[in-house]
């Protein structure tokens, strides 16, 4: 069974800083791209960031590059997600998922919630 749980959310001041987990099992976790994509309340899903199998390659959207960094451990079957300097707009629930349309059933994500 695919399984993915994420964790480390919590209620940061802006300019805080937290560390996303993403737990992975049931499926062959090095042989698929991962994606974080978050949801504010009222809002629509947000990508956030993806990576590559290997971990070599990662890509951010917009609003966080620059202030987050993904990143992967293969042989933990663990995805993470460091979030620097969080503001207010960044408060929503994290998931973690693949990096493909066909998608794995959801987690039930981590709230990060960032206070002005």
């Known amino acids: 069974e695919v399984r993915l749980v994420e964790s480390g959310g919590g209620t940061v001041p802006t300019g805080g800083s937290l560390r996303l987990s993403c737990a992975a099992s049931?499926?062959?976790?090095?042989?698929?791209?991962m994606s974080w994509i978050r949801q504010a309340p009222g809002k629509g899903p947000d990508w956030v960031s993806s990576?590559?199998?290997?971990?070599?390659?990662?890509y951010y959207g917009e609003s966080v590059r620059g202030r987050f960094a993904v990143s992967r451990d293969n042989t933990k079957k663990t995805l993470f997600l460091q979030m620097n300097s969080l503001k207010p707009e960044d408060t929503a629930v994290y998931y973690c998922?693949?990096?493909?349309?066909?998608?794995?059933?959801w987690g039930p994500g981590t709230q990060v919630t960032v206070s002005s």
């Open positions: 998922n693949f990096d493909t349309p066909k998608r794995a059933p």
């Open positions: 049931g499926f062959p976790f090095g042989g698929h791209a």
């Open positions: 990576i590559s199998r290997g971990g070599d390659s990662t």
